[in-house]
């Protein structure tokens, strides 16, 4: 279907479940996002400072309009417990119309 606002799905890890709860709770209040889905127990493998990490976090997925990524990211950067906080966003290709128009109404 063809969205009258592109919708995206913005990727970002955190350290545990209550920094998931409180960014995801400020994202939708905020109307940043119109939903977040919180996933516990992700292993993450990354090169940080020169040395291959492995850490226990938790993965957000927040769907969204694109046009609201920029506030967004300045958002989580000024949340994040992370000095690189992960912000990886996707398009949304295909969306069902009735999500799509709740989507947009709630990023509104």
Same mark, same amino acid.
């Given at each position: ?9 913005? =990727? ?12 995801? #709770?400020?994202?939708?209040?905020? $109307?940043?996002?119109?939903?977040? #889905?919180?996933?516990? !127990?992700? $292993?993450? =493998?990354? $090169? &940080? /400072? !020169? #040395?291959?990490?492995? !850490? ?6 927040? #769907?969204?309009?694109?046009? $609201? =990524? ?10 994040? @417990? ?15 119309? @009735?999500?799509?128009? &709740?989507?947009? /109404?709630?990023?509104?």
């Amino acid at each position: 279907m063809t969205v009258p606002h592109e919708l995206i799905v913005i =990727f970002c890890t955190v350290p545990d479940d209550e920094t998931a709860e409180r960014l995801a #709770k400020g994202l939708v209040e905020s $109307r940043l996002a119109a939903c977040v #889905k919180v996933i516990s !127990g992700v $292993r993450s =493998f990354y $090169r &940080w /400072e !020169g #040395k291959i990490e492995v !850490g226990s976090e938790v993965q957000m997925l927040i #769907k969204t309009q694109r046009s $609201r =990524f920029e506030a967004i990211e300045e958002w989580i950067h000024e949340q994040h @417990p992370y000095d690189v906080p992960e912000l990886v966003a996707l398009s949304a290709c295909d969306v069902a119309e @009735p999500y799509a128009k &709740w989507a947009v /109404e709630q990023t509104q």
